[in-house]
């Protein structure tokens, strides 16, 4: 009985000594977290931080703090440093406890998870006003300039391709819908964007096993163009690869034509001017790594989704605002196969191809 009473004695010193430590930690993390500031550490190790520039970083930080949950407590943490500690997550694709421990943060994982959250949440509540596609006629015709001083290549609104983002495996009865082609799961992800690789459209709703096609099937861009062609606007398309359907408004690659030839000439410009979308895919898994399949988002694909979102959102910014980019990531090139897709439109893209060959790569 001795013997007993005394491992429980022992036992509650190491369990008020555990609390006894963490309450220490707790306000030893929030003092460092007080005196820190992230602003007065040089430029450069600021943007090798964050991604971004201070005076930006300011100006977002004003931007999202209004879509921010009020901070109600005194020893909470400023929307500030929730907002910078998110980005360094971002850029760095590390785990939320080591983001956290950074000098400059200071914070416990579940404090990160919170800041996550919240400023995720805050870059969607922003995003139409970063991320929206053309549909003004000044506008559409800056971007089809911009594709045509680039790749010689007329008409052009966007460049479209899917990329893959790395998720962990989900708990779910649906998880075989996450497994991609190369056997791991993931998101697949449609972007659009420019010729200066700014994202007009996004799509990470579906899992790695959906087709690229399928992908721009069910989005609202796919009928919108459908609509706008009704109503007789033939001089506009998009670049996609042969993974996606010939449309009227979506033109593809024309394969295996001899050199010299129209057919070569028009595939010739055509891959020159969507290589827009590849590089928008390098510069943003570049600057923001959690997105790179060798680190892979440990969320639910519903929040892995809105992480996707929100980093579009900051791509973005980090375009208009002129932000130079140290680093591209190129994945391997995967080119899904083609769905068949005998109907009338594809009947009509092939149409409008052949026409965009005759008028501009004849001579």
Known sequence: MAI?????????DEEDDAVE?????RVTRRILRDVSDPFSIPDNEFRKLYR????????????????????SRKTAIPHEL?????LNF???????RRVGQDFLTCMSQTSLSRSLHATVNALISVMDNWICFPVTADRIQRIKQGFFRNGGFPGVIGAIDGTHVAIFPPEAEREYLFINRKLYHSLNVLVICDSNCEILAVNSAHGGRTHDARVLRSSRIFAYLQRRHRE???????????????????????????EGTPGAR?????????VAIERCFGILKGRWRCLRKERALHYRPQFAALIVNACCVLHNMAIRWGIPNDEIHLDELDVAPPIPNNDIDEERGEQTRNRVIQWYFTN
């Open 90 to 96: 971002f850029a760095a694709g590390s785990y939320q």
């Open 52 to 71: 971004l520039t201070k005076d930006t970083s300011r100006v977002l930080i004003e931007e999202l703090v209004p879509f921010m949950p009020e901070i």
């Open 21 to 25: 430590h963490n309450q220490v930690m």
């Open 266 to 274: 028009y595939t010739d410009h055509h891959v020159r001017t969507r």
């Open 232 to 258: 007789d606007e033939i001089d506009s398309w998009l670049l996609g690869d042969s993974a996606y359907p010939l449309q009227p408004f979506l033109l593809t690659p024309k394969l295996n034509q001899m």
């Open 82 to 86: 929730q907002i910078l500690a998110s």
């Open 4 to 12: 007993y009473m005394a491992a429980i004695l022992l036992l509650g």
